[in-house]
């Protein structure tokens, strides 16, 4: 800490303007503004002040340097992308991106129904479109990303069923589930279910060994984290019932168009991460979840975030909206409460819900199948090639294993030589997933075109030789 | 302020009433609003047909009833949608206090909308996001330094898991030395703290004690003292809370936890007030966490993507979440070589366009910029006091003896619902009439009767602090004079009174459309 301050009259500050500043202060009867801070004991206040950088006075030195350090990035439009595992390069449609910069929609916040009309029938529209597309009748508004869903989802199973076990399979991401098990600790047993290193998928024999009268909830995703898709939801969720279990099903909504919904194998709660559907990456940071749950009276009553609801006005046919449960959010529960919300990802509502409108049941079908086609295609061009393994036997939807085991060279090796060549390869797993060898994660989405993949074949043919 | 009530005061003010369908009600079967890629023909035939390639049973039978709506008629509905929202640009904000509505620079939202940030993912090699990395780290750098702490990360992406973020590290502390839940099992709160306080202790395993103010707006110390035990795991605050308080004694509050071997935590969301004049560390907090999207000029977002940075002093960083955004001397990486961290608090390492708004915010003010938000933030604060409390029928502040506030003040329209029957609620939907923005009236339980809680923070001017006096002003006059149309409003918004009762049972609320059709079509007579 240095020197006294001196007068800064900011653009951003309107009263920093010393004639008005002046005006205030003699309004109130004050001397100076440091009168005002005179609630502060004396000792706490700082003396001099903060040592930070200078800044950037103007607009136009602040853009330069900004700018500056964000061309040190490499985007996924520029090189080639083949990473997933929780988030992955699609295709944003510019009208998302033009809605979600609105600033009416980017500047309001929460509040009432008698301002914002319009956000809140976004947020209704946003919840019915996911219902829609999950054949689902109650989704609440978003939540802050896919794994957040998914222990919410764990933990309103258990307060539903009045157990305290939840089975989750191991095939999910590690990061997720060290998630789930911390946040759920202090209220859930999460015991790890294991999975078939053949298929990557669930494994049947050890669920119905650890399944219990105790068990909450079976907790599945599909397509699974390794990328398999999941086709026996219907012995999985019939498993659970017969224990009076739940079953949990987390889903990645851009397969919805083409892929049958968990609801119909049998999944009471459904969660997922929709990035996929409108939302940039940003580095991790686009992300929200989604929660559905049948249209009962236990779940409701135990759903943690708010549910925006449809009503009539005093004006005949006058469209309204409102919050059907505030007071079971942790807004009102307080110490009461066993899961929070707060500022969640409600801006990706805008987009999401016009991705899903513009995208139409023809448009999700559309992008489902040129996914899965692509998916395969490249599964079968890098099986090709010597010494490369697609390890699982399972159907890929968007994401695959590909094992490097048999060429020598260990995926940071290999993904080093790709990137190189502009290509992010997938991700490394090896640490993540030791029992599955020197492999990564493969993800092709419909932003991966064939000559993408032809150059990554022809990349890895060249890097293992 | 005659003058200035006929120039401020919006009569003829109305929000657009667009009157717009749902979506589900726009376009015709057949129309397009986006054309996906569709697969190349070679692939097409490489693979042959895609349905056959997906198990038998796991392709869907019935498409997704979604809308089919051309994109001039989507993008509509939603720009109409937009126009029936209030956000901080186009309205005069003050009265959604404790949410430090403010400005949100616009270069900055031009710098975060970049495919050098949007189109980053996060698994990336270190290599080609140097730059990202360092905003988040030098991010971290500053808020060091506003705090006092001597590490931070920005991983929390909200307020709320900033909190929990914090509640997790203390329980490793606790635990690290022996005392585990089974010893130490309670966290001290105040009933002004953020509900999130309460909520994430609860959910981090801790039962909550809470303290309640006594005349002077604070809790007092005895209360404390005879609230702390070796059962005490911590305290978790605001402070200053959302009366704009400044407790006088919370260097004592934390000396009193500290000696029952507890940690004290700072909810400093709302840091507006003290920026640049007091800082976390000096009060004696072991944690604190600021909300980006508040103090720091992101934008809200209608409720996210937030940020929650979390920071602690040097004993306790260890415990931070995995990875931390380091630096050595040469390039920016993920360090997730940290034996005793707590793990992650988010999918990747939180929302990364919130952290360079805010690092550019920051950038753009400096030490003497900071300094300039928090005086003004409060100077405009206690003009608007002067000027509500002398002139405004019916309305007091809370907690009169003390009138040393800072960023802003929890008033009471008490007096003016006992005299008019007109309540806080009313009285904000009637302002809505004259164009605000939002209202907050208090979080739960409403300690302060009928609250109303405006925060005029450092970006609104004069003439809009000015502005919102005048309606205050005028709607407290209306209540006095004519209450049932005060009750009957919003009159001039996109909506009218709502029938709020179906929403709170359930066999009538529908959150999805659905749901609206399964129970209420055959009334209607809709068709879906």
């Known amino acids: 800490m240095s020197e006294a301050k001196k007068p800064t009259v900011h653009p951003y500050i309107p009263n920093s303007a010393p004639q008005t500043s002046a005006e205030m202060l003699d309004f109130v009867g004050a001397k100076s503004v440091d009168e005002l801070f005179t609630a502060i004991p004396e000792s706490l206040r700082i003396n001099g002040k903060l040592d930070l950088p200078p800044p950037f006075a103007s607009e136009c030195e602040l853009k330069r340097h900004v700018s500056g350090l964000l061309r040190k990035n490499v985007s996924c439009e520029e090189y080639v992308s083949f990473l997933g595992g929780g988030v992955a390069h699609h295709h944003v449609p510019a009208v998302c991106d033009e809605l979600i910069s609105r600033a009416e929609f980017l500047t309001s916040y929460l509040g009432n129904v008698w301002i914002d009309h319009g956000r809140f029938q976004v947020l209704w529209e946003f919840q019915s479109l996911i219902g829609d597309l999950l054949e689902m009748d109650v989704v609440g508004e978003p939540t802050y990303c896919g794994s957040s869903a998914a222990y919410s989802a764990l933990l309103l199973a258990s307060r539903v069923a009045g157990r305290k076990q939840a089975l989750v399979p191991r095939n999910i991401s590690r990061d997720r589930l060290a998630l789930i098990k911390e946040v759920c600790r202090a209220q859930l047993d999460i015991t790890e279910v294991a999975y078939d290193q053949r298929t990557g998928l669930l494994d049947l024999g050890d669920l119905e060994a650890k399944i219990s009268d105790q068990t909450a909830v079976v907790y599945f995703e599909n397509p699974t984290y390794l990328g398999s898709i999941e086709p026996r939801g219907n012995e999985i969720a019939k498993i659970a019932h017969e224990n009076g279990a739940l079953c949990a099903v987390s889903v990645n909504p851009i397969s919805l168009g083409l892929l049958e919904t968990p609801r119909n194998y049998g999944a009471d709660i459904v969660c997922g991460e929709m990035q996929p559907l409108g939302i940039h990456m940003q580095y991790g940071g686009g992300m929200g979840g989604f929660l559905a749950v049948p249209d009962e009276e236990r779940f409701i009553a135990e759903y943690p975030f708010r549910l925006f609801g449809r009503t009539d006005t005093v004006v005949e046919g006058e469209l309204g909206f409102g919050v059907g449960n505030y007071e079971h959010t942790s807004y009102v529960r307080r110490d009461l409460a066993r899961d929070f919300i707060g500022t969640n990802a409600s801006l990706f509502a805008v987009a999401v819900g016009a991705y899903l409108s513009l995208m139409g049941p023809q448009g999700m079908r559309e992008v489902g199948e040129t996914i899965v086609g692509r998916t395969h295609y490249a599964v079968r061009q890098l099986a090709s090639i010597e010494g490369i393994r697609i390890p699982l036997e399972a159907t890929p939807f968007m994401e695959f294993v590909v094992n490097f085991d048999q060429t020598g060279n260990s995926v940071r090796e290999i993904n080093k030589r790709l990137l190189d060549r502009r290509i992010f390869g997938g991700k490394d797993i090896s640490n993540e997933f030791p029992e599955l060898g020197q492999s990564a994660l493969y993800c092709v989405t419909e932003v991966t075109t064939k000559e993408n993949i032809d150059s990554l074949v022809d990349a890895l043919r060249e890097i293992v030789a | ?528």
């Open chain 2, 1 to 528: 302020m005659s003058k200035a009530k006929r120039q401020l005061l919006k009569h003829r003010y109305h929000q657009a009433v667009w009157q717009e369908p749902l979506m589900y009600e726009l376009g015709s079967p057949g129309e397009r609003g986006i054309l996906p890629p569709v697969l190349e023909k070679e692939i097409r035939e490489a693979v042959g047909d895609v349905v056959s390639l997906v198990p038998p049973g796991m392709i869907r039978k019935e498409p997704p009833r979604l809308p089919e709506v051309a994109q001039p008629q989507v993008v509509r509905h939603y720009i109409r949608l937009s126009q029936e929202t209030s956000g901080y640009d186009t309205s005069n904000d003050i009265a959604r206090g404790t949410s430090t509505m403010k400005y949100s620079p616009k270069i900055n939202e031009r710098l975060a909308n970049v495919p050098e940030i949007l189109d980053l993912h996060p698994l990336q090699d270190e290599s080609t996001v140097q730059g990202i990395l360092e905003i988040i780290y030098k991010l971290g750098e500053c808020l060091k330094e506003i705090s006092g702490m001597d590490a931070f990360t920005c991983q929390p992406p909200s307020g709320s898991w900033g909190v929990f973020t914090n509640a997790r590290m203390l329980r490793a502390y606790q635990e690290e030395r022996g005392l585990g839940l089974d010893k130490k099992d309670e966290i001290i709160t105040t009933i002004f703290s953020h509900p999130c306080c309460h909520a994430v202790s609860a959910v981090a395993g801790y039962k909550l004690v809470t303290l309640y103010p006594d005349e002077t707006g604070f809790p007092n110390l005895t209360n404390l003292q005879a609230a702390v035990s070796e059962r005490t795991a911590g305290m978790i605050l605001g402070c200053p809370d959302d009366n704009g308080i400044y407790n006088p004694h919370v260097e004592a509050f934390c000396d009193t936890v500290h000696a029952v071997g507890g940690l004290c935590v700072l909810d400093q969301a709302n840091a507006n007030g003290v920026l640049g004049v007091c800082r976390a560390r000096e009060a004696g907090f072991d944690m604190v966490h600021f909300n980006l999207h508040k103090t720091f000029s992101s934008p809200h977002g209608m409720a996210g993507p937030g940020s929650g940075p979390a920071g602690c002093t040097k004993e306790l960083e260890k415990y931070l979440p995995v990875p931390m955004v380091a630096f050595d001397g040469k390039r920016y990486f993920l360090d997730y070589n940290r034996p005793h961290s707590i793990g992650k608090v988010s999918s990747f390492y939180g929302n990364v366009q919130v952290v360079l708004r805010a690092y550019c915010w920051i950038m753009s003010l400096g030490a003497d910029g900071l300094r300039t938000v928090a005086e003004t933030a409060v100077l405009n604060n206690k003009y608007l006091s002067k000027r509500l409390l002398s002139e405004v029928r019916g309305l007091a502040m809370g907690y009169p003896q003390n009138d040393k506030r800072l960023h802003e003040i929890r008033y009471s329209w008490e007096r003016l619902k006992n005299e008019t029957g007109v309540d806080t609620w009313s009285l904000f939907r009637r302002m809505a009439d004259y164009g605000i923005g939002g209202y907050f009236a208090s979080h739960e339980p409403w300690v302060v009767p009928e609250p109303m809680t405006p925060e005029p923070t450092e970006t609104f001017s004069k003439d809009d602090i000015d502005e919102f006096a005048e309606i205050v002003k005028q709607v407290a006059e209306e209540a006095y004079s004519d209450p049932h149309f005060v009750k009957a409003a919003p009159h001039k918004r996109a909506v009218h009174l709502t029938d709020d009762d179906r929403l709170h049972h359930f066999t009538q609320l529908a959150t999805t459309a659905r749901a609206w059709y399964r129970k209420h079509r055959q009334s209607r007579g809709e068709k879906r």
